[in-house]
Each structure stands twice: as C-alpha cells, then as structure tokens.
T-cell receptor
Framework: DGGITQSPKYLFRKEGQNVTLSCEQN?????MYWYRQDPGQGLRLIYY???????QKGDIAEGYSVSREKKESFPLTVTSAQKNPTAFYLC?????????????FGEGSRLTVL | GENVEQHPSTLSVQEGDSAVIKCTYS??????FPWYKQELGKGPQLIID?????GEKKDQRIAVTLNKTAKHFSLHITETQPEDSAVYFC??????????????FGQGTILTVHP
C-alpha cells in the first residue's frame, strides 16, 4: 500500500540533544512538508521541499533542519537550539508542488523533551 | 502572510444534529480552501475542498460554503454520527505561482457527537 511512514511514533529526548524524525513516502510525490502541531494552534509549517536537494523554510524553521537527498525521504532534525521542542510532528506530501491538491499525512511522531 | 481563524474551538452535538464550523481568512488572493479531519493519534485526512470559483460543494453529509467577499468559509455536517467525532481543520492557500502549495491552517475544532 502507498503512503507516508513516520518513525518513531514516540520519542523522548533530554535537553541539549539533537533528534532526527524519519519520513518516508512511496507515493512518488514531488513535494514534502513538515508541520508541528500544538494544542489550540493548528498545524504550523516548519520546512518544505519541492524537489530533491532543495528545501525552503516555513513559518517556524528556527531550531530545525532538514535534508532531501532522495525523493522518497525528508528527515527532520530537531536541534538543541529549538527552545520548546515538545510537540506532535506531522510529515506530509503532495503530488504536484505549486498546485492546489490533497496533502497526504503520516501518522505523526510525538516528541517529548524530559 | 495568510491568517486563518477557526471557530468554535470545541463543538458538542447530539447524534443526528447538524454541526457547523466557520473559518475566516485574511489574504484575498487565497483561492483554495480544504478541510481536514484528524482522528485520535492519526494524521489529518482531506474530507472536502473548495476553490474560489464556486460558492458551495457537497459530498454526501458534508458541505462547504465559501463567501469570497466576506472572506469566510464554513463546513457543514448533517445527520452527525459518533464516528464524525474528531478534530477538524480548515486551511487556505494560493494555488499556483510562488505559493508552493503552502497551506495555512486554522486552530482546529474538536467535534464530539454524543450517541
């Protein structure tokens, strides 16, 4: 079955540590996105990528980094510079970048900083 | 940039009643308005969307209306069922150009349908 796989589902991190969240899609989609979800704040865009080896900052990119070395993979690193990293992180993809169309989401990764 | 406000934040209805969720947007150039449903522990899933060249769209028990002049759009769910209980998000974007398909989401509405 085609879809988006995020891992791990739950992750605990100590303060000062970097952590990388995995996102893999087998939908052959060009565009991929990372969103952060906090209660009462909706989904906020962290980074997005239109094609391999290219990505742009979203609205809340500070303290995060990404890479897009392969079309199917878009990992997100939450660095120690992110002041409030505890949140639910959602990866999404879309077939055609720049066009309106359905975003397909993974099931999310919940990060808790201890 | 675009700003999307969504109301109410929580909505409780009895099974069989209708539910309405409203959103307003700020960017008059926005022309694509999807609605997503998020069940507990899952990622959001598109349930219906509307483009700015139409005023209303229906799909079985759900419908979306758009008022471009007032810059607001609404989700209507009729004959609600317990399985409609979820968090609903509205969103807005400019399709095409340099928008890169970036969606701005509302804050979400927790809908609870009581049997």
């Amino acid at each position: 079955d085609g879809g988006i796989t995020q891992s791990p589902k739950y992750l605990f991190r100590k303060e000062g540590q970097n952590v990388t969240l995995s996102c893999e899609q087998n939908l052959n989609h060009d565009a991929m996105y990372w969103y952060r979800q906090d209660p009462g704040q909706g989904l906020r865009l962290i980074y997005y990528s239109q094609i391999v080896n290219d990505f742009q900052k979203g609205d809340i990119a500070e303290g995060y980094s990404v890479s897009r070395e392969k079309k199917e993979s878009f990992p997100l690193t939450v660095t120690s510079a992110q002041k409030n990293p505890t949140a639910f992180y959602l990866c999404a993809s879309r077939l055609f970048e720049g066009d309106a169309g359905e975003l397909f989401f993974g099931e999310g990764s919940r990060l808790t900083v201890l | 940039g675009e700003n999307v406000e969504q109301h109410p934040s929580t909505l409780s209805v009895q099974e069989g009643d209708s539910a309405v969720i409203k959103c307003t947007y700020s960017d008059s150039a926005s022309n694509y308005f999807p609605w997503y449903k998020q069940e507990l522990g899952k990622g959001p899933q598109l349930i219906i969307d509307i483009r700015s060249n139409v005023g209303e769209k229906k799909d079985q028990r759900i419908a979306v209306t758009l008022n471009k002049t007032a810059k607001h759009f609404s989700l209507h769910i009729t004959e609600t069922q317990p399985e409609d209980s979820a968090v609903y998000f509205c969103a807005a974007s400019r399709a095409g150009g340099t928008s890169y398909g970036k969606l701005t989401f509302g804050q979400g509405t927790i809908l609870t349908v009581h049997p």
